[in-house]
T-cell receptor, first 118, second 112 residues
Framework: GAVVSQHPSWVICKSGTSVKIECRSL??????MFWYRQFPKQSLMLMAT?????????EQGVEKDKFLINHASLTLSTLTVTSAHPEDSSFYIC??????????????FGPGTRLLVL | DAKTTQPPSMDCAEGRAANLPCNHS???????VYWYRQIHSQGPQYIIH???NNETNEMASLIITEDRKSSTLILPHATLRDTAVYYC?????????????FGQGTILTVHP
């Protein structure tokens, strides 16, 4: 139980294009999902908190108009990197909060999406 | 969230127990101790968490000192696949649950 998937697992795109990353909780409902970014040899940095049916909360320094987050259902959140540039190349990881009966309250992470912007 | 301190790296022989320490001297009464690990190029994997009692699951054991200022994650029989970065995170649970703050963690290398 408590599996989180991400799609795609990796993507290469041209500078100026937009990329959408999906995060799904496969066997539980998640009212809250989180989006992280990790640069090489660094730790995970939280970008935003996504709540189902409401606007995402962004961390300081993260541009909300550049990183669009939509949490339209209890099992799906999407991150769209708009007008991507080479400096947006990174490892993007989502997590979903689980706190339902039978699943201990914690966050479960997806496998990550590696983005390379040329 | 309270800050945690972990050694930057540790080595362990395959088949032996790996004991990973974590200091969290400023932990509050409602904060849990969470452990995650991240194998290279993958998303973090939840291992275990606890409040004040020792916890054990199929992956590991978590020993929390009586004053809750430190804890130890124990992998009883380390394998090569346990080589990863291990993160100790202190975080409030229950209705206060929210974002996790990752530090630099401990790089555990299990060698043959």
């Amino acid at each position: 139980g408590a599996v989180v998937s991400q799609h795609p697992s990796w993507v290469i795109c041209k500078s100026g294009t937009s990329v959408k990353i999906e995060c799904r909780s496969l066997d539980f409902q998640a009212t809250t999902m989180f989006w992280y970014r990790q640069f090489p040899k660094q730790s995970l940095m939280l970008m935003a908190t996504s709540n189902e049916g409401s606007k995402a909360t962004y961390e300081q320094g993260v541009e909300k108009d550049k990183f669009l987050i939509n949490h339209a259902s209890l099992t799906l959140s999407t991150l769209t990197v708009t007008s991507a540039h080479p400096e947006d190349s990174s490892f993007y990881i989502c997590s979903a909060r689980a706190g339902l009966a039978g699943v201990r309250e914690t966050q479960y992470f997806g496998p990550g999406t590696r983005l390379l912007v040329l | 969230d309270a800050k945690t301190t972990q050694p930057p790296s540790m080595d362990c022989a395959e088949g032996r127990a790996a004991n990973l320490p974590c200091n969290h001297s400023t932990i509050s009464g409602n904060e849990y101790v969470y452990w995650y690990r991240q194998i290279h190029s993958q998303g973090p994997q939840y291992i275990i968490h606890g409040l004040k009692n020792n916890e054990t699951n199929e992956m590991a054991s978590l020993i929390i000192t009586e004053d809750r200022k430190s804890s130890t994650l124990i992998l009883p029989h380390a394998t090569l696949r346990d080589t990863a970065v291990y993160y100790c995170i202190v975080h409030a649970g229950g209705t206060s649950y929210g974002k996790l703050t990752f530090g630099q963690g401990t790089i555990l290398t299990v060698h043959p």
